[in-house]
């Protein structure tokens, strides 16, 4: 365990369906991310929240929706996908919150989500 | 182009040897760091070295940044079965106010036969 929990591990999901990826973090740190993982393509970064305020939204499609009630918490909210979007989702926490340190990353172990 | 690009993209090597394994990015960094990757699983970070270091040593791991020509290198030394994965660098640029947010590349398949 690395101190990043997602659940589920596993999703599959048909385009109209709405579901949902949850991420905790048991270390204490103030960011969360999201990242997307697909074959042949580098990690792409979703979103950050820095002290539950969103901070970054890296020009992602409306159907996907964060949510972060909490530093401890984050939320992606799924509606209306396209098979495209079927990838590994990875959550991720670091201690800072800025450029001022060096963020080094926590990921969890991801949430592989097929959609049909 | 992405920065933190990897190469080679594959390397299957025997049990003892070395592996090395690089990396090039086109922008001015704050740091940069290299992370491990199981199949199906999470990231691992491994190793961090800032921009004004030139060699990081870690257990069996050594890392160099040369930023004058924009690249660096990882080197596991006396592989092992255990050490197969995808191995990523990633590239925190120096300046700006994203928060925290790191540019990897597309990673190196490194397998370690027995």
């Known amino acids: 365990e690395t101190g990043v929990t997602q659940t589920p591990r596993h999703l599959v999901m048909g385009m109209t369906n709405k579901k949902s990826l949850k991420c905790e973090q048991h270390l204490g740190h103030n960011a969360m991310y999201w990242y997307k993982q697909s074959a042949k393509k580098p990690l792409e970064l979703m979103f950050v929240y820095s002290l539950e305020e969103r901070v970054e939204n890296n020009s992602v499609p409306s159907r996907f929706s964060p949510e972060c009630p909490n530093s401890s918490h984050l939320f992606l909210h799924l509606h209306t996908l396209q098979p495209e979007d079927s990838a590994l989702y990875l959550c991720?926490?670091?201690?800072?919150?800025?450029?001022?340190?060096?963020?080094?990353?926590?990921f969890g172990a991801g949430s592989r989500l097929t959609v049909l | 182009s992405q920065q933190g690009e990897e190469d080679p993209q594959a390397l299957s090597i025997q049990e003892g040897e070395n592996a090395t394994m690089n990396c090039s990015y086109k922008t001015s960094i704050n740091n940069l760091q290299w992370y491990r990757q199981n199949s199906g699983r999470g990231l691992v970070h491994l190793i961090l070295?800032?921009?004004?270091?030139r060699e990081k040593h870690s257990g069996r791991l050594r890392v160099t940044l040369d930023t004058s020509k924009k690249s660096s290198s990882l080197l596991i030394t006396a592989s092992r079965a255990a050490d197969t994965a995808s191995y990523f660098c990633a590239t925190a640029n120096a300046g700006g106010t994203s928060y925290g947010k790191l540019t990897f590349g597309q990673g190196t398949i490194l397998t370690v036969h027995p």
């Open positions: 070295i800032r921009s004004n270091e």
């Open positions: 991720a926490s670091s201690q800072g919150t800025g450029w001022a340190g060096a963020n080094v990353l926590t």
